[in-house]
Structure formats: C-alpha cells, structure tokens
C-alpha cells in the first residue's frame, strides 16, 4: 500500500489563510499618512494638484484667475497686495501593488522564502489601502507574464489580486529549468511589469513595487521613470542573508538546467566578489531612489512583513535604549 503525499513542507507556500489573517494587522500600519475625512467618494490620500479643498495650504499672491473668495483680506491688508489662500484638493488615490512571483524569488535562508515574502507584504498593503477606504488593485508577474487586477474600492478586488498572488505562488518550482534562462536582459521579469504597468496605472496612483533584490542589474529604469514622475512610487526589493554573503563551506556546487557551477566557498577573493556584487545591488537602489524621489524600503526573509513595514513606516521618533 502506498503513502498518501505529505505535499509541500509548511511555509514553502503562501496560503489563503495567511493573506487573510493580513487584515487584523491594517489598523497598526502606518502606510498612509495624514488621515483626512471620510467619505464614501473618496479615499483618505492626499492629491498633488492644488485646488480648492478642505483644507489650508499656503497663502501666496494672487494670480489672475484666482477665485476671488479665497483672498486672505488680513495679508492683503498687512503687504498691500493682494493674497489668495490656497487649499490642499482632497481626491481619490488608488493604491497599485506590483508584486513580483517569478522562480528566482523561489528561495530563503531563513524563516520565509522570498516569495512568501512578497505574498504577506501585498496582502498587508491591500487590506490597509482598503481600511482606509482607497481602491485597491495590483500585478502579479513572473518571467512568462503578468496578471492585472484593476483598482477597486471592494473586498472582492482584493480577494481577486490574492487569488491571483496564490496562483502563481503556487506554481513556483513546477518549470522546467530551462524557463529559468529566459530571465535575460530582454526578459528581465520586472521590465516586462513596467511595461504593462505603464498601460493601465491610473496617473496620481501610489505605486509599491514588490520584486528581487537582483532584479536592479537588469532593470531598465528608464520605464520607471514616467510612472514616478505622475504617482507616488515606494521602492520594496527583497532581500535574503545570503544574497549579500556566501557560508563558508568550502567547494559547493550550483547547475541550472545543463550549466554546473562550482564556487570555492572558503576563498577570501570568492567572498569578497560575492560581497561586493550585493553592495553594488544596494547602492544602485539608493541611486535610483534619490533619481525618482522615492522611498527605497528593502525587506529581509528573517523578519516578519508587519514588524518590517510598522519599523520603516512609523513616522514616530523612535525611544532609545536604556
């Protein structure tokens, strides 16, 4: 009599149960700031347009075609010119996740693989976005394609863009190695998302990226350079102990389909390479932050999402020890 098949080792794959659980933690995240009114029509992000709102922004000179009920009486009378009052325009921000599941975030040294990672990241974001009564979509992608979830103020968008994340979550590790190839220049994974994003991401959108720390070596930053300049863009690379250093093992051996690799893991010159490798990753990222006047927020396979996201989020100075 044969065994029933145990499946795959706990952990080795997002679960239902886990994006779900998500929720009780949106009340503790701090991922929209400056909480506004509440409203069924809107959500409770700020617009970069001015305009005429509900509330104040600055006092500035009056300019032709200003709404003449907006003049600040008192600093016209003070200055002798005439100033206008200006007002923050309250309009609705649709949250966007690019979340990225393709096979070389099918790895993790530590407590969760990459794209479980990924997984628990989009679901916290998500059902924060949706707390907060923003319309939420996203994009899971991998090497071969993209699946699209068009931004909606509802339960069902979200459980849709979980339904899709589990999807491909769970058909990591199911290709062939030779699908791993592809993952060239030309086909970088992430190249192929922001080629689509720039299709159907609503300009004003706040925009989180979720994909491999790699995946900056063959990015091609010059498609994000227009969905930064009309969204706000938050910059999420995920990251693995063993990305930045090798154990040291002695001889160990690598192979991808037909290719073998062998890496003397005890050679100072061998760890050293490898070191440095990841530091010109990281210094790319904090280059390309700076270029878009992003926020850059890497996230590591030991710690959990929550704790990751409420640490880096938190605009509250934080206590030092004692």
Not at 51 to 68: C, K, M, N, S
Not at 77 to 90: C, G, S, Y
Not at 122 to 145: E, K, P, Y
Request: proline share 7%.
């Amino acid at each position: 009599m044969s065994r029933p098949d145990p499946g795959p080792p706990p952990g080795l794959y997002a679960s239902l149960d886990s994006l779900l659980e998500a929720r009780q933690h949106c009340q503790e995240l701090p991922l929209f700031s400056r909480p506004m009114r509440n409203s069924r029509q809107s959500g409770r992000q700020y617009s970069r347009l001015r305009g005429r709102g509900v509330d104040f922004d600055q006092v500035r000179a009056y300019l032709p075609g200003d709404d003449i009920r907006n003049i600040d009486w008192r600093v016209t009378a003070r200055t002798r010119k005439v100033h206008t009052k200006v007002f923050n325009e309250e309009r609705e921000r649709p949250i966007f996740i690019i979340c990225e599941q393709s096979e070389r975030l099918f790895f993790g040294s530590q407590e969760r693989l990459k794209s479980v990672l990924a997984a628990d990241v989009c679901a916290l974001i998500a059902w924060t976005a949706l707390s907060h009564n923003d319309r939420v979509g996203g994009m899971v992608f991998d090497a071969r394609q993209c699946h699209e979830v068009r931004p909606r103020r509802s339960r069902q968008a979200v459980l849709e863009l979980f339904r899709q994340l589990l999807s491909a979550n769970h058909a990591l590790g199911q290709h062939d190695q030779d699908s791993l190839n592809e993952q060239d220049g030309r086909n970088e994974p992430l190249n192929l998302a922001l080629r689509h994003s720039r299709e159907v991401i609503r300009p004003g959108s706040i925009l989180y990226l979720l994909c491999d720390h790699a995946a900056i070596e063959q990015m091609n930053q010059a498609l994000l350079v227009p969905l930064a300049a009309h969204n706000d863009l938050v910059l999420l690379p995920l990251v693995d102990p063993l990305d930045s250093q090798l154990p040291t093992h002695g001889p160990l051996a690598f192979s991808q389909a037909q290719q073998w690799l062998t890496l003397n893991t005890s050679d100072p010159a061998t760890q050293a390479a490898y070191g440095a490798q990841f530091t010109a990753q990281q210094q790319a990222w904090q280059h390309l932050a700076r270029r878009l006047h992003c926020s850059l927020l890497p996230m590591d396979t030991r710690l959990p999402a929550v704790e990751q996201l409420h640490n880096m989020l938190d605009p509250r100075p934080r206590r030092g020890r004692r």
